[in-house]
DNA sequence: CTGAAAGCGCTTACAG
DNA sequence: CTGAAAGCGCTTACAG
């Protein structure tokens, strides 16, 4: 790459000392008292030499990297998609802009890729934070590291966190199912201790529970590094045999996506045969046999909560911020 | 945040210089014939404090950032989401991040994330240029920042690129509708100079023409920024009337998408009504009432391509690499 | 074998 | 109104 103009060069051509021409790229001519006449030819000549500040410098002096850092599960997953899009956005207004990684779901992978971020200086981090990363949460935080978990968090750690209210809409949800007579509703879930998960899944049997359907509760639950194969022996528990279930309800929209193309492999007519309600939104839902119902979450709100209070922990607040959003229960065909 | 532990900090603990310290940090011990003592306290220390280095610093110094900036129309598009998630793998296991940017086909929006990510001194760019954006491409070229475009590339410009075989991928889609009997082909596309889409065109007129088919050649744009609109009015213009197409062609996976809402409404049966072929594979395609036929792009092969080519010009080298893959043709029900 | 020193490009408290 | 100087944390050519 060809050489950078600097400071030094503009207070070269200019003939004045660097201090000057920083206070005048920095908009502070006013409280410096700097004259007119200099301000007027050092705003010229760094115009003329097209100067664009060193952030690398400015970061090492300042201690600012106006950087985020995103750890999610997996970017090429829609929810996480869709949400770093959301977070790409909000972060360039507010003068951010975002590095990434992808965790996998794995303990060592997120720790590897925190500690890369911190390397970076990232001025703060937006977490979905993977099973088991609590006490690496718990060291950020002690640290002070500005932080803002999404998606899931830790009871035993107090973070800010942006999540939806995960037992609502599960809730919600079987309770919409049983409102159509559905009575014999199936779970799939992952194998995950993380609370989103066990948010999902307390919603489901407190569902069930209220409508003296507890009896009925049949949770199944498919680990994350083998989703098609556990779906498929999942499927058949709930399925095979004359106590099979007339529902099912899926807590991911990986999971769903799984489910859908056992469902089809299967044959099985939705809902006549089965009754389905997903999760996330998915122009797969849209096309599939019978259009899906599914629990829509608030990406948008999600995202843009987060970076702001993000940048609210960065600008110095010590408020916890927690915050639940609402689902959306979406209603069509697959679970009439 | 809290204080972190630097070079010097290591230093007084041992009773060293900072040039010590920083000579067995690098693995500099054996050429720098340090004491072997010496480096033993030093190892210990750094450990016990837990020393990280600065990267900002070290980059302020060494002017390299070991940082990637990733520009794509849209992190939140499968396509883009997918091959991010490639190149993030990749650009790890050379110690590289990536910092990402959505310019959302926009010239504008464009040159304000390659600003961003200049004055953020990354140390190299991949990107899918947007419309319009070669004079910004071609500052980069001539400012010698190591740069790989992929998915498009402009013709006027020569860089490092790589992409499908466009042509070849339209080619063999028609090809392959002829063969099964169709005949009244049209294709949909992006109203868009940019080189992977007119190459899509072209690889369908050249298919059409070589079957005598040039008079059946029936194209309808349509504009980035009003797809589902511009979609509607470009299925009518295609279905309408007597000389209605047998069979279509979409030339994106967003197009894809937005047409099959559309073929969903007007009830079409598929085949029989409408043979298709879409672009990039997509669960919403194995869902579809007819699974479609489609072209897959080698996504994990472009990504990792385009990491090696660019990590080799940040490494110095002056050859330009264009690389053409190729694509697989997913032959399903649609199309038969 | 070890250290003093310059310098990457910037910001800012201080002096005049 | 302006500038000299320190310092962020690091690397590295140079001297001894």
Redesign the pocket.
Known sequence: MS???????I?ENV?????????V??G?EKQ????????ERIREVARELN????Q???S????STKTIGLIVGDISNPFFGNIARVIEDEAIKHGYTVIFGSADEDLHKSASLVETLINRQVDGFIIAPAEGTSLQIKALQEKKTPLVLIDRYFDEVPTNYVVLNNFDASYDAITHLIGNGYRRIGMIAYQSTLIHMQERIRGYKEAMSDNNLKNAIRIEEVRYDYINSDMEKAMHKLMDGKNKIDALFFATNALTISGLYLIKKLNLKIPEDLAIIGFDGNAAFDFFSTPLSYIEQPIEEMGVEAVRVLVEQIDGSDEIANIQLRHTLIKRGSSL
Chains 1, 2 share one sequence.
Do not use: E, F
């Not at 003939?15 to 206070?23: K, M, P, R």
């Not at 090492?60 to 201690?63: D, I």
């Open positions: 050489k950078r103009v600097s400071l030094k060069d207070a003939g004045v000392s660097i201090a000057l021409v920083s206070y790229m920095n502070q410096k008292r700097v004259g007119a006449d200099v301000v100067y664009k500040p060193n690398i410098a400015q090492l002096r300042t201690g």
